[in-house]
């Protein structure tokens, strides 16, 4: 099979193309054959060695894919050959042909969703429903300001916060973004690029103030947010490019929260709430992965550098096929 394999920390040069052995499933383990394969920010992070956590080398890098059920390990029996499932990990790289996971990092894929729409949920999806429920904890007719509104994680966010009856607001810099935003079921689209920005979310967040705001960009907008919340307010931050400074007596004063997520801490029965909750959203039709780009797997060096940039408006997707 073909799949992209990284033998030194660097560029994104650094990931090559390469024909590998194909893989075996092992015990309770599924082999998945890779229609699509989702491209987070994260993984450019980890490939550039500037991540706290780095893989041995070499690897292959990625955790969402969808695709068909190829095989099943030994004593697996919660998915059958020839099944749709979409992986958020895996014990093998999603940037290939083929993934081997656990059962546990499996679900179906519903009829409604494309591959590529499968392959965006893991990371974006799973980052946005533990933002909002887990460690932002909201409640039902609490107000939802989500920054970086129009990227991945940030759509999630919208439609999410949407079905579950929230009054939700977002923010984005290009006019796609903001049409995406309000697609997406937002009361309102904020365009960070004017100059009267923080007013005019000064001016939203009134008197009440926002309950919960989910912060993609801390090192630029959480000393503001601070100023935004209401009362008992959570800034739950999802995304950061450095360091940033905060009044501690703003929080002090407001009983409020700034509140840290890593997926990876959310525990096996959150993750299997979670991605069941996900299901149910994409059958009912209030989740709509948006897909800003599909790419040829050869091509995940452009991948990677389209995924650091600004204004791209939904997911990257590698095509496996």
Known sequence: MKAIVVRAFGDPSVLKLEEVPDLVPGPGQVLVRVHAAGVNPVEAYVRSGSYPRKPALPYTPGGDAAGVVEALGPGAAKFKVGDRVYAFGGHSG?????????????????????????????????????????????????????????????????????????????TAGSEAGLAAVLDAGAERALDHRKADYGDEIAALAGAEGIHLIVEALANVNLDRDLAWLAPKGRVVVVGSRGRVEIDPRVIMGKDADIRGLSLGNASPAELKAIHADLADGLVRGTLRPVIAQELPLGEAAAAHAAVMLNGKVGKIVLKTD
């Open 94 to 170: 999603a940037y290939a042909q083929q993934l081997v996971a656990a059962e546990s990092q499996l679900a179906l894929l519903p009829a409604q969703a494309s591959f590529a729409q499968g392959a965006a949920l893991g990371v974006p999806y799973g980052t946005a429903h533990y933002a909002l429920f887990e460690r932002g904890r909201a409640l039902a007719g609490e107000r939802v300001l989500v920054h970086g509104a129009s990227g991945a994680v940030g759509l999630a966010a919208l439609q999410l916060a949407k079905a579950a009856g929230f009054k939700v607001y977002g």
